[in-house]
């Protein structure tokens, strides 16, 4: 019998990921159907090229065991930016590495990450995980390795923790890493919820082209940011994925299709 996945793809989507995964069932004999985690089929990729899933997440349920594995597709990559006046990378200068108050141009991330190619193209590409001629350094510093867990993740974990409790030592924790790439320190009194959508910001930053936000987004049940004045709410059919069927078999609880 020949083998069935169900693909799981958020929105916005790194395109790059998805079609490598398609590409591979396609090249195995493998069937596969795309669900789109959105409430319509239409989804787009993270520099806007708008695609059309097989369905949505929400028709899943109670046909789980029609497959014999399911693949998540995960946001947070940006391979190349044509235009730097009118695409993706005057998004993520405007809207993320530079949005005001707490961001600015001139943070190493954006700065060493988004470069135009050595052929002299008038494109900018996504080159922080690209072999680096700078190893150890802020210029591209993870290739080849992909990181389990970095200092600034120890200083976010910090941060979180004591929001809240601690704000003036919540606050500090994020200003230390704030100035390792080249970022003001943050002056004033802050409120936790405030803290926190700063905390949110360096971490998408950090993140960036990792699929990493998406467990923190889901941890903490916070909303998708996509750019300024365009997010996407929480909602449970976002993070929670139905139980395949066949997870019931050796469980004392009954399927949601045996309750009916």
């Not at 990729?45 to 109670?62: K, R």
């Not at 903490?220 to 997870?247: M, N, R, S």
Request: with cysteine; glycine share 8%.
């Amino acid at each position: 019998m020949s083998k069935k996945v169900a693909v799981l793809a958020v929105n916005p989507v790194n395109g790059s990921g998805l079609f490598q995964y398609l590409e591979t069932f396609f090249e195995k004999g493998i069937s596969y159907k795309v669900f789109a985690v959105s409430d319509t089929k239409t989804i787009r990729t993270n520099s806007g090229i708008p695609l059309e899933a097989d369905d949505i997440i929400a028709h899943l349920s109670g046909h789980s065991d029609e497959f014999d594995a399911l693949v998540f597709s995960c946001g947070d990559a940006v391979p190349v930016f044509q235009n730097k006046n009118t695409n993706q990378y005057s998004i993520y200068l405007n809207d993320l590495y530079g949005r005001a108050p707490d961001g600015s141009g001139t943070d190493n991330r954006l700065r060493f990450w988004f470069g135009k190619p050595s052929n002299g193209g008038s494109y900018y590409i996504f080159s922080k995980l690209e072999e680096t001629s700078y190893p150890g350094t802020i210029r591209l510093p993870y290739y080849p390795e992909i990181p389990i867990l970095r200092l600034a993740e120890v200083y976010y974990v910090a941060c979180e923790t004591m929001i809240g409790k601690d704000n003036v030592k919540a606050l500090g924790y994020l200003n230390d890493v704030r100035e390792s790439r080249n970022l003001a320190r943050l002056n004033g009194s802050y409120g936790n919820d405030e803290i926190m959508e700063f905390l949110m910001r360096e971490m998408r930053k950090d993140f960036i082209g990792e699929g990493r936000m998406f467990m923190i987004y889901k941890r903490l049940y916070k909303e998708f940011y996509v750019k300024q004045g365009v997010i996407i709410a929480p909602t449970k059919d976002k993070y929670i994925f139905p139980i395949p069927d066949d997870e019931y078999e050796f469980s004392p609880n009954e399927s949601p299709k045996e309750e009916k």
